[in-house]
């Protein structure tokens, strides 16, 4: 059949994102990879915590979802020839979801059986199974649910292309993607593009982390004799498939959650084979630009299971194969200005022999890499993306709309083909005050309408402030969101403080409550905070982040007496719940604790954070007291899988 693009909805069993945090991100989630030491050598250049980020700022918090679900229609968009059929989900990211193998009815992916956000990304929310297209800081994309804009167009031979786009608001960069399926291909083509039109060096970051089934029995093949990896925070380097006397690549055998990034040699072509039992699985190879490769597995622990358990309802486990622009995730490369950087992935089936499957992993990848070679495969996509430039930068028709924040900036002819609209009344009043100066002032009890203030646009802001804007506590409340975010603390306050002067507001009370904590002022921190509590009384994100807030500065107390005041619908939001049972806890009060803790069954903290085990440390500690014997964490609490 002659390749097709159709749009239309599917229907998913999905949760509800919910609202975004009131408040901007200032203090950050727990990044895992910010938090390494290496014992590398001096050529292994793997750019280690290069363009780190502590905060996902200008973005917000996604963490007002819940994990209940209800089946709704979701946008796809689906590419199919005779062999494939590619589902993808533009209101995700541009998730890949599906890639369904027609000749052998098998899903080539692990496509998960909801759509259930987890607490994995930059932002919390994010959701597992198919591709996931990573881009801009270390970690799951700001936009992994977020719409991207989506059009369609076609190849110089008339195949239909998915394409879609969007601008990244911490690097600053616009990215394209286009997908086609060509007549006689079994292989779906990805033609990637991320452009740095500004003058500055930016650290980018780009890994394509693809979901795919853990097969019993299964394994990987991938063209490196060494990965880097790390245990207890440190990143080292160790041969493969043999690690601790057992063959990684059978993953099977790996017991706790781990990374392993292989070092792929120059001269290889790029590429990594998920494979089942009998031979059968995903091929995902690309052109020379993304070099690396990567496996995740959650393990085969308690922890391990509960995770994977906890992420999906009947879709049974996965693990992740990734490819990516440098070495590791452990840091970003730099771009240089003016530049755009352009690449091919291909994803299809392959089948190898009875014969080819029994060898072990240098004999499989030694033989794989030969074929590969032989048949001419990275020549070829070379070729692919050399033939397809002029595609590429070509207008495509719209059909559905992204994000505004595109069409705040002024675009230069490398993404002049890409249309950005803005629709959200919120960034047009924005774009009007960077016309005339005159900054919008909201009444305070409204949640502020957007994060834009950045370095590069502070002095602006601050030129129109004695002008024009000297009585706008707004402005004043971003004043000092700029001068933070720039680390220019002294400055924050001053800023913070004199919108508050202006009018009281509980924006500008978070503001200082965050500069206090850096600070170790716990007294000022949590005075700040609780006053701004006080006037944010309803607002679930608000009250979360106090209460973290609080945590941080050990006010149990202040905790409680916050906790008590509450309607009855936040107190029973899970996240906050959580917060007043540690605070009993740490007051000595382990009975209510432990009771409040286990009531229904015991609580399920649904943002719990990757790496994180306190609900599970917070049980034992609590058990342990109360019944003065030694316990092993209950499955139900156990996030540990590392």
Known sequence: MQPTLTFEEIKLRTAELGPQSSVPDLLGEMILQN?????LDEKDEIYEAYGRKATAYPYRQQNGYTRELTEKKVKAAVLENTWLKAVFLPEYGGRLWKLWDKEAGRDLLYTNDVLRFSNLAVRNAWFSGGVEWNIGVIGHTPLTAEPLYTAQTETEKGDPVLRMYEYERIRGVVY???????????FLNCRMRIVNESARVLPMYWWSNIAVPEYEGGRITVP????????NGMVYKVPIPMVKGKDITEYGNIETSVDYFFDIPE??????????????????????????RKLFSWGNSDGSDRWQEF?????????????????TQYGCIPMAPHTAWEWIEQYGAVQLSEEI????????????????????VPDKLEQILKNTEEMAKAEAELVWKGNGYGAMEEHGTSVSHLKFEMQEKSLKDWKRFFETGILHCPDPSEVPDEFIITEENLGFLKETISEKNSHNWYAFYHLGIGYFVSEKYKKAKKAF???LELKENPWALHGLSCIYLLQE???KAVSCITKGMALRAEDASYIKEGFRILSFCEAYEEICTIYKSLDKKLRKNNRICFGYINALHKLGKDEKAYKLLEKDGGMILEDIREGEDSIGQLWRELYEKLFEEKAEIPHKYNFKAI
């Open 224 to 231: 490196a004799e060494s990965a880097y990896t790390n245990s």
């Open 311 to 327: 992420l999906t309802e009947e879709a049974g486990k996965y693990l992740e194969i990734q490819a990516g622009l440098a070495k």
């Open 357 to 376: 499957r029994q060898m072990d992993h240098e004999e499989r990848s030694k033989f794989l890499t030969t074929k590969i070679k032989r048949k001419r």
């Open 267 to 292: 001269k290889n072509p790029k590429y990594i084979f998920n494979m089942d039992k009998n031979g059968y699985g995903l091929m995902q190879i690309s052109t020379r630009r993304l070099g690396s």
């Open 35 to 39: 938090n390494l030491e290496f014992a």
């Open 521 to 523: 002022k716990r007294e």
């Open 176 to 186: 394209q993607m286009d997908f086609w399926l060509e007549k006689r291909s079994r």
């Open 497 to 499: 403080r004199k919108s």
